[in-house]
């Protein structure tokens, strides 16, 4: 089933974020958002996840379904090692979040805690943890900051490949990375505002 937004407006106090947005995501493959900083970008993917509500408008096809989310933030517990942040979303621990730590190059730092790791792998261990969750559908917000170009593919390729027939839903500001997208929406804002769409087959 397709993901569509109908007439969906979003406001934060005096800023309008989104005026009667309507698109349709498809139900599976890897959609890019392509924009600047602070044109509604994240907001959208809060309203994907069910953070936030429209106040207008209506969201389908998400119904019953589990978001794993990449926020612009990595969001990882200072107190608990590397390990214990991913194991905090899994049902089991131990060596099922080493091997999600494996998958991003970070196996080997499991026991530390994240004020030992540079900013990218910090990046990478908030990736870590949204894979081992798992999710029906996955949304990233900016996943690949601090990572030079090389690793940032690799991790886009994993993704892809973990999340083949499912929908996954990226922002970010590296074009040469929309060119794995089966659909780059280039936006502008605010109010958000769809430029234009390019689609891949």
Not at 128 to 145: C, H, I, N, V, W
Not at 167 to 179: A, G, N, P, Q, Y
Request: glycine residues 10%.
């Amino acid at each position: 089933m397709t993901v569509s937004l109908k007439d969906v407006s979003l406001r934060y106090g005096e800023k309008q974020i989104l005026d009667r947005l309507s698109l349709t995501l498809p139900a599976q493959g890897l959609v890019c958002f392509f924009g600047p900083s602070g044109c509604g970008k994240t907001s959208l993917l809060r309203l994907l996840a069910g953070i936030s509500d429209p106040d207008s408008g209506e969201i389908q096809g998400l119904g019953g379904l589990k978001p794993s989310m990449v926020f612009q933030e990595d969001r990882l517990l200072p107190w608990l090692t590397v390990s214990d942040n991913v194991s905090l979303v899994l049902e089991k621990s131990g060596d099922t979040a080493r091997y999600w730590l494996d998958q991003v190059g970070l196996g080997t730092e499991a026991d530390k805690f994240p004020k030992q790791l540079s900013g990218g792998m910090q990046r990478r261990v908030a990736l870590a943890r949204a894979l081992a969750y798992g999710g029906d559908y996955l949304l990233l917000d900016e996943p690949f900051t601090g990572l030079d170009a090389a690793l940032a593919e690799r991790l886009l390729r994993l993704i892809i490949e973990l999340y083949s027939g499912k929908l996954t839903v990226m922002i970010t500001h590296d074009k040469e990375l929309c060119r794995f997208a089966g659909h780059i929406y280039e936006v502008s804002g605010l109010p958000l505002t769809i430029n234009a769409l390019y689609e891949h087959v």
